[in-house]
């Protein structure tokens, strides 16, 4: 990971996938950036891939993939193994498939990018810019937005909370916006320029989560800022001690008159003061607990945890929409909880042992002093990771392509720095022959655009479907669903089985009969959905 005077092709690719992330977005589909980005990031490890093996075959990459023999990849291949066994649970196998497929992709952007850090085909300086650029694309896209509601309503505060930038929701924004902050920070060494766009950056992630009310992702900002700086004290070599109490005075005042505002007008900041929300978590985390008590071993089967969830009662939820079953919930709010839910007790296990492996990657680094690295990246990598795991207990991020990205480039960071200092030379080499690297890389990916093509042709239709539905034109709507059904789609994301639309709409239509069957269809893929038990009832 030495700094490349000349930029490599590798170092461009990147750049262009992080500055394109932020517009990947079809709203033709009923989560409009999720498969799409699926698939933007299968285009880029097919590129990535494929350059690789052009390099390798030119001989000017070596095939040495020794550092997978590292502990992080043994847990991050049991993980896979898990999660693929864990089919044998579930009901719903098309979420099965379409969660491994995203995992599998997410590991080979994590070993193809360690993999390109060791051989110094992709700079750490030109993936600092590719994400200051991308920070930057996504506060521009949030300026834009405020403004656009700003012109329509008089309430800032109240737009505030309407502002989600391409990420569906405004909890997903701030997190993402939270995942830029170790690499801005750790970006002192670039020039003026960039150091300038940084701050600014820096400065408006901070003012942008707290407009947005985002509690997590506000604490864990918090927490980052300590133990940032905590690290910084404790390494006399990163900086002067001056600098960094001035900087821990001058945060301690921003707190204190944020904090002064914020409850001086509490009624602009009705979220950052609700317990609803952490209620509603509460329940969650409870009807979880009582999933993994009875699946402790195997689970329920990747992405199937939304099948089961109802299973365990909805009493518990004040919300009468929730209790009557009409809101619906696709995650429990707590990635630990979600993975030990769906994959077991040994997926958590290899799932925890990814972020011990990397923590203590990061702790080695920081304590050897004579890494030629800027001494505040390790520090705000283990920082970041910390309030990553924090984030992570109350919320999803483990679900959206974009979080995990940035997450993974700061493990193959991390990853490549430690195998470098502390591995290479004691490690022989790992050589992996051509065509066992195509099918390494090729696989992943093709069975990613596999089940993201049926997917989005699924959600394509079920989008359809929801219109044709509202204007009760079932006929239009039996179409739509037949259309939209298929091996690897047979659930919308609201966790209602397509067949159930399909039932209403010929049981609408007077085929009681046809009805019936794709009621019993529907009943077999979620036994526990309240829509479709009372329509097979009835």
Partial sequence: MKTIPQSTPFDKLYFCFFILLPFIYCDKLVDPV?????????????????????????????????????????????????????????????????????????????????????????????????????????????????????????????????????????????????????????????????????????????????????????????????????????????????????????????????????????????????????????????????????????????????????KYGMDKFLTPEVKNGITTFQRPHNDFLWVCSEMGIIGLIAYSCIFIFIIYYLVRLIRKKDVPDHPWMFPAFLAAVLCYLFIACIDFPLERIEHQVLLLLLFSISTARFYVVFNEKESSKLIIHTVYYWLFFLVPVLFSFFITSKRWKGEYHTQRLYFFERNSNWMQLIREAKMAVNSCYTMDPMSAPIEWYHGVALFSNGDVMGAKISFEKAYELHPYNMHVLNNLAS
Avoid at 66 to 91: D, E, K, Y
Avoid at 112 to 127: G, H, K, R
Avoid at 159 to 165: F, I, S, Y
Avoid at 289 to 302: D, K, P, Q, S
């Fill in 34 to 310: 999720l498969i799409p980005r699926q698939v933007a990031l299968s285009i880029f490890l097919f590129i990535t891939g494929a350059l690789i093996s052009h390099k390798i075959h030119k001989k000017e990459l070596t095939p040495d993939f020794s550092f997978l023999r590292l502990r992080v990849f043994a847990a991050l291949a049991l993980f896979l193994i898990v999660t693929l066994f864990s089919f044998s649970r579930a009901l719903a196998i098309s979420e099965s498939m379409y969660v491994f497929s995203k995992f599998a992709l997410e590991a080979l952007f994590y070993i193809l990018t360690t993999y390109l850090l060791i051989q110094n085909q992709l700079s750490f300086p030109s993936v600092l810019k590719a994400i200051i650029v991308f920070c930057a694309l996504v506060l521009i896209q949030c300026i834009y937005q405020v403004i656009r509601l700003c012109l329509q309503y008089d309430d800032f505060f109240d737009n505030m909370l309407n502002v989600t930038g391409t990420f569906g929701h405004k909890n997903l924004l701030a997190s993402v916006l939270f995942l830029t902050l170790p690499f801005i920070v750790a970006s002192s060494p670039l020039r003026k320029w960039w150091r300038i766009t940084a701050i600014s950056c820096l400065v408006l992630v901070i003012l942008m989560a707290w407009l947005l009310q985002t509690k997590a992702v506000l604490i864990a900002i918090l927490l980052f800022a300590v133990v940032f700086l905590f690290l910084l004290f404790r390494n006399k070599s990163a900086l002067n001690k001056r600098f960094i109490r001035i900087t821990i005075a001058l945060v301690s005042v921003g707190l204190v008159g944020i904090c002064m505002f914020t409850i001086a007008n509490r009624e602009k900041f009705p979220r950052i003061f609700d317990k609803k929300s952490s209620l509603e978590r509460l329940g969650l985390w409870q009807n979880s607990t009582e999933m993994i008590r009875e699946n402790l071993v195997l689970g329920v089967g990747a992405g199937n945890w939304q099948v089961h969830f109802p």
